[in-house]
């Protein structure tokens, strides 16, 4: 199978970015910093993972570097999936938790605009980082609507490990799980086995 991000999905990121934070954070050098700094902290300086030398140009870099790479990882999975079951239902209720800047959730609508399906969306966001949150609300809005997709958003900033889920059909877990202690992680996982209905 090969996916790949339609140049949508990294032009509303950008577009969403440039919005909120400042244009010196968007050029080059300062990316590529913040690529590198973020890289590190998910690698061999875990005990910084929280503390990025540049809070802005990290968000930066999340939304308009590591979003667009996180964004293809759904479509191996939802290709699964839809080899199983009949895929996807007229109404897709979906939960991304720790959806940070929505990869994982543009990667879903990616996946549905290359298939040629056009569910109903009720989307529901869980992070705790609201400026994040913020780049993800734009983000989608501006992609469904360039597609002319039905897309309903439920954006909650919160501990993942606390917040109400609601029931769904679809749950994304991009690399929250990768961000927690190991109990916690553990705790979580079996909370969306159980929203999900598995």
Known sequence: MTFSIPVEVEE??????AAALPAAVLMPGALTAA???RSRRYTSERDRLAAPADARADLAARAVFFSVADAAKVALPLAELAAQVAWPPATLRIVDVGAGCGAMSLGVLAALHAAGHAPAIELTLLD?????????????TDLAARWGMALTLDVRAGDARRVTLPPTDLVLAGSVLN???EPDAVALAERLVAVAGL
């Open 12 to 17: 509303v990121l950008y577009a969403a970015a």
């Open 35 to 37: 690529v590198v700094d």
């Open 128 to 140: 705790d980082d609201a400026r994040a949150l913020a780049i993800a609300r734009a983000a989608l």
């Open 179 to 181: 961000e927690l202690a």
